[in-house]
């Protein structure tokens, strides 16, 4: 078996693992997993409606997983896309309810804004990392949690004591009256458009720039990276921010274009963890990362329908996410696996 | 408030909110020093505080007062088992272990709400009879000053706390056991050579870290909150991660940095109440951060310098150079 072959089908092996294990888990439980995943199936594709919401929840999907990948490209683990992702939500929601301009600039400006947030928080671990050699993972789930306490005293701070900052005015909103009506008026926005935009800014910069040569480079090996001439300290700081940026406009998503405010959390949003799934199953290709986002927000979207409808937690369905995951960074084993099976097929 | 009414209220709250951070950072202590990173400590955690709460509103009946404590050991032995699985991925199936981890953290609040969910038909648990009782030191209380602060009123899980740490160091600092597991995690090919079992060694390590997260999740449930819900474990996973780190790797250490960062948590919720201009006038968002930017300090080098187990994160391949 090829190896190009064996990288398609370990995600989808575990896919398919992580489904199995999960109707086990149904049936254990004494749940119909017929019933569930029906459900669960009718969540996703049932009518327009849910087609549109589906879409809407894939788009902070597709950047959350982006920043992921772009930072594993150059061999540095972004866990910290939650703390971005939330820092960009805030600053998107702030700019767009505090100004007052034309709709040209207005929603740029706050999409940028959401970014260079998202960049800042991507910034610091970068610098750590260049300067200190600190290593990025704890760095950045220390950043999560700072960014979600100092949003929460921003947004008590800019409502005057109150829990959630004012409605963006609409010349910052993503909202689309158009693309609400084709889906029977759900909540679907232009942001979706934005995200696939960012899937191509990816490829470009990875595929089609010295930056992004220099970036994959340090990725492989920062030594001969360093010995043929690149600055590789350089290129951390710069992968980081890139990134930041990424999951910062995955923030902007939820306030421009879903929610249009934020409430303060008592927890994290959860789509910068699940981004790190998305990354991963896509193997932290721009393609990829559409194909993995497409799969966990379906499956997130989804599993609103099973309580109603089958009246199954819809915690199951985290329970098949967190086993894929585990599975896909278990790829050892299933590729060890596969070498077997392909051996003994030769031997007959 | 005066000064020392502040003190009586604000040192056993911290010892109170450092108790389960210290469980979990030990536990973090024994994996790292094996060569494993373990992110699922949250998870494990998480494991532990909805283990016991369940054990405890299903048995309070059967054991009475000894519920919480035999909790306590049920949450251990499910964590353990559960933290089996993140043994598994990053020891034998080479799984980078950041990502089992991460897997570790989603699986174990799945479960859990799953479950939780399953039983009761809501979000969360009902509320637990059966707490962990303050007791009060013999002698020990009598002491002026000192006494009311540190031995009125203590959460016996605290006291386990302190002892396990210092256990914790006897076994990584004077044992083979401790030798052998600090060895394996800092060049496992050299252990390996002197006909150590790595991978073994690995395996009981991770366990232990599990154990003792579970016992910590279900110490801070039992005590702190009484229920189970999705916000039950907030971070104290993640917080227990800085605290062993701040804590450099060391049992002492770690307990140290948990005490400390309990005092950050009492401060955060306490600060409003105290008749102190100087820290009234503080937000209270900077005492809530103040462990985690302390961390990055630590790890900057600002506070010292935190080196790590030099195999720590990376699987051992058997004749792999």
Same mark, same amino acid.
Do not use: C
């Given at each position: 078996?090829?190896?190009?072959?064996?990288?398609?089908?370990?995600?989808?092996?575990?896919?398919?693992?992580?489904?199995?294990?999960?109707?086990?888990?149904?049936?254990?439980?004494?749940?119909?997993?017929?019933?569930?995943?029906?459900?669960?199936?009718?969540?996703?594709?049932?009518?327009?409606?849910?087609?549109?919401?589906?879409?809407?929840? *894939?788009?902070?999907?597709? !950047?959350?997983? +982006? =920043?992921? &990948?772009? %930072?594993?490209?150059?061999?540095?683990?972004?866990? @910290?896309?939650?703390?971005?992702?939330?820092?960009?939500?805030?600053?998107?929601?702030?700019?767009?309810?505090?100004?007052?301009?034309?709709? *040209?600039?207005?929603?740029? !400006?706050?999409? +940028? =804004?959401? &970014?260079? %947030?998202?960049?800042?928080?991507?910034?610091?671990? @970068?610098?750590?990392?260049?300067?200190?050699?600190?290593?990025?993972?704890?760095?950045?789930?220390?950043?999560?949690?700072?960014?979600?306490?100092?949003?929460?005293?921003?947004?008590?701070?800019?409502?005057?004591?109150?829990?959630?900052?004012?409605?963006?005015?609409?010349?910052?909103?993503?909202?689309?009256?158009?693309?609400?009506?084709?889906?029977?008026?759900?909540?679907?926005?232009?942001?979706?458009?934005?995200?696939?935009?960012?899937?191509?800014?990816?490829?470009?910069?990875?595929?089609?720039?010295?930056?992004?040569?220099?970036?994959?480079?340090?990725?492989?090996?920062?030594?001969?990276?360093?010995?043929?001439?690149?600055?590789?300290?350089?290129?951390?700081?710069?992968?980081?921010?890139?990134?930041?940026?990424?999951?910062?406009?995955?923030?902007?998503?939820?306030?421009?274009?879903?929610?249009?405010?934020?409430?303060?959390?008592?927890?994290?949003?959860?789509?910068?963890?699940?981004?790190?799934?998305?990354?991963?199953?896509?193997?932290?290709?721009?393609?990829?990362?559409?194909?993995?986002?497409?799969?966990?927000?379906?499956?997130?979207?989804?599993?609103?329908?099973?309580?109603?409808?089958?009246?199954?937690?819809?915690?199951?369905?985290?329970?098949?996410?967190?086993?894929?995951?585990?599975?896909?960074?278990?790829?050892?084993?299933?590729?060890?696996?596969?070498?077997?099976?392909?051996?003994?097929?030769?031997?007959? | 408030?005066?000064?020392?009414?502040?003190?009586?209220?604000?040192?056993?709250?911290?010892?109170?909110?450092?108790?389960?951070?210290?469980?979990?950072?030990?536990?973090?202590?024994?994996?790292?020093?094996?060569?494993?990173?373990?992110?699922?400590?949250?998870?494990?955690?998480?494991?532990?505080?909805?283990?016991?709460?369940?054990?405890?509103?299903?048995?309070?009946?059967?054991?009475?007062?000894?519920?919480?404590?035999?909790?306590?050991?049920?949450?251990?032995?499910?964590?353990?088992?559960?933290?089996?699985?993140?043994?598994?991925?990053?020891?034998?199936?080479?799984?980078?272990?950041?990502?089992?981890?991460?897997?570790?953290?989603?699986?174990?609040?799945?479960?859990?709400?799953?479950?939780?969910?399953?039983?009761?038909?809501?979000?969360?648990?009902?509320?637990?009879?059966?707490?962990?009782?303050?007791?009060?030191?013999?002698?020990?209380?009598?002491?002026?000053?000192?006494?009311?602060?540190?031995?009125?009123?203590?959460?016996?899980?605290?006291?386990?706390?302190?002892?396990?740490?210092?256990?914790?160091?006897?076994?990584?600092?004077?044992?083979?056991?401790?030798?052998?597991?600090?060895?394996?995690?800092?060049?496992?090919?050299?252990?390996?050579?002197?006909?150590?079992?790595?991978?073994?060694?690995?395996?009981?390590?991770?366990?232990?870290?599990?154990?003792?997260?579970?016992?910590?999740?279900?110490?801070?449930?039992?005590?702190?909150?009484?229920?189970?819900?999705?916000?039950?474990?907030?971070?104290?996973?993640?917080?227990?991660?800085?605290?062993?780190?701040?804590?450099?790797?060391?049992?002492?250490?770690?307990?140290?940095?948990?005490?400390?960062?309990?005092?950050?948590?009492?401060?955060?919720?306490?600060?409003?109440?105290?008749?102190?201009?100087?820290?009234?006038?503080?937000?209270?968002?900077?005492?809530?951060?103040?462990?985690?930017?302390?961390?990055?300090?630590?790890?900057?080098?600002?506070?010292?310098?935190?080196?790590?187990?030099?195999?720590?994160?990376?699987?051992?391949?058997?004749?792999?150079?």
């Amino acid at each position: 078996m090829s190896n190009k072959v064996v990288n398609i089908l370990v995600p989808i092996i575990s896919i398919i693992l992580g489904l199995i294990v999960g109707a086990i888990v149904m049936l254990v439980s004494g749940y119909d997993p017929v019933a569930g995943y029906i459900a669960l199936w009718n969540g996703i594709f049932g009518d327009a409606y849910a087609v549109g919401e589906t879409i809407r929840q *894939i788009s902070p999907y597709i !950047l959350a997983g +982006l =920043a992921v &990948a772009f %930072a594993f490209r150059t061999g540095l683990f972004n866990i @910290g896309v939650e703390g971005q992702l939330m820092v960009g939500w805030f600053a998107a929601a702030y700019v767009g309810s505090t100004f007052e301009l034309p709709m *040209i600039i207005h929603l740029p !400006l706050s999409l +940028l =804004a959401a &970014a260079a %947030a998202g960049a800042l928080w991507g910034l610091i671990p @970068g610098l750590l990392k260049a300067t200190f050699r600190v290593h990025e993972v704890i760095v950045t789930i220390m950043m999560n949690y700072i960014a979600l306490h100092t949003v929460n005293a921003l947004i008590k701070a800019v409502s005057g004591g109150g829990y959630k900052t004012e409605k963006i005015h609409p010349t910052a909103s993503l909202r689309s009256d158009f693309l609400s009506q084709l889906t029977d008026f759900s909540t679907l926005h232009y942001g979706i458009f934005v995200a696939l935009a960012m899937v191509i800014v990816t490829w470009f910069i990875l595929e089609k720039t010295k930056t992004g040569f220099e970036l994959k480079s340090v990725g492989f090996n920062d030594h001969a990276s360093q010995y043929a001439g690149m600055n590789v300290n350089k290129n951390i700081i710069l992968s980081m921010v890139i990134s930041g940026a990424f999951a910062g406009l995955g923030g902007a998503m939820e306030a421009l274009g879903t929610f249009g405010n934020m409430t303060n959390r008592g927890g994290f949003t959860g789509i910068g963890f699940d981004g790190i799934a998305v990354a991963l199953l896509g193997a932290n290709s721009p393609l990829g990362v559409i194909f993995g986002a497409s799969l966990f927000g379906s499956l997130k979207y989804g599993a609103n329908n099973m309580p109603n409808a089958a009246n199954i937690p819809l915690e199951i369905v985290s329970i098949v996410i967190a086993l894929i995951i585990f599975f896909v960074a278990s790829g050892y084993i299933i590729r060890v696996g596969l070498q077997r099976l392909a051996k003994k097929k030769e031997a007959k | 408030m005066s000064f020392l009414e502040v003190l009586y209220f604000i040192i056993p709250t911290t010892i109170a909110y450092a108790a389960p951070l210290i469980f979990t950072a030990i536990g973090g202590v024994f994996s790292e020093r094996s060569g494993v990173v373990n992110i699922g400590l949250e998870g494990l955690m998480v494991m532990g505080a909805f283990v016991g709460i369940v054990f405890n509103l299903f048995f309070a009946d059967t054991f009475g007062s000894w519920t919480p404590w035999v909790a306590l050991l049920v949450a251990m032995l499910v964590s353990a088992a559960f933290s089996v699985m993140h043994a598994v991925a990053s020891i034998s199936f080479r799984a980078d272990q950041v990502v089992s981890g991460v897997a570790i953290n989603m699986l174990g609040i799945a479960i859990a709400l799953f479950t939780v969910k399953m039983i009761y038909g809501k979000g969360q648990t009902d509320f637990i009879q059966e707490k962990i009782a303050r007791i009060n030191i013999p002698v020990l209380q009598d002491i002026p000053v000192i006494g009311p602060m540190f031995f009125k009123s203590v959460y016996g899980s605290s006291v386990l706390a302190i002892l396990v740490a210092i256990l914790a160091w006897f076994i990584i600092y004077k044992t083979p056991f401790g030798l052998r597991l600090r060895s394996v995690g800092e060049h496992p090919m050299a252990a390996d050579t002197m006909g150590i079992n790595v991978t073994k060694i690995r395996y009981i390590a991770v366990i232990i870290s599990g154990g003792l997260a579970g016992i910590g999740g279900a110490v801070y449930s039992q005590t702190m909150t009484g229920d189970f819900g999705h916000a039950t474990i907030n971070g104290q996973g993640f917080m227990a991660l800085a605290a062993m780190i701040f804590g450099k790797w060391h049992p002492i250490g770690a307990m140290a940095a948990a005490l400390f960062f309990g005092f950050a948590q009492a401060l955060a919720i306490s600060a409003g109440s105290i008749d102190v201009e100087f820290i009234q006038k503080i937000p209270s968002v900077f005492f809530l951060i103040l462990p985690y930017a302390l961390t990055i300090l630590a790890l900057a080098g600002f506070i010292g310098k935190a080196n790590a187990p030099k195999a720590s994160g990376t699987p051992y391949i058997k004749g792999s150079r």
